[in-house]
């Protein structure tokens, strides 16, 4: 199993900017495929982007051109840069991962993070 801890969330005025980070423990996670998905109060939990071990990416098309999914293979670390925000976007944000290819699906990821609050006022 995966350890992952997210960072970064705040509160930040709509247009502006945040930056998350997801640590892993994993020493092959480098191999692994890792997403953002977030959950806003009152809904369901929503895939946002995901990056395979390859660096391919996906994302919701809420946030393209928006958010960018990155990886550092050498730190174990995953990132989500999110540009633009929109009162929307507030929710909380949870890095996962999976051994398996990518998904879309939050079924097919098997480690999470504890999640990290992100709010976008006006």
């Known amino acids: 199993q995966v350890q992952l801890v997210e960072s970064g969330g705040g509160l930040v005025q709509a247009g502006g900017s945040l930056r998350l980070s997801c640590a892993a423990s994993a020493r092959t996670f480098s191999l692994y495929t890792m997403a953002w998905f977030r959950q806003a109060p009152g809904k369901e939990r929503e895939f946002v982007a995901t990056i395979t071990w390859s660096g391919g990416t996906y994302y919701a098309d809420s946030v393209k051109g928006r958010f960018i999914i990155s990886r550092d293979n050498a730190k174990s670390t995953t990132y989500l840069q999110m540009n633009s925000l929109k009162l929307e976007d507030t929710a909380v944000y949870s890095c996962?991962?999976?051994?398996?290819?990518?998904?879309?699906?939050?079924?097919?990821?098997?480690?999470w993070g504890q999640g990290t609050q992100v709010t976008v006022s006006s």
């Open positions: 996962a991962g999976t051994s398996t290819a990518w998904s879309l699906a939050s079924s097919d990821y098997d480690d």
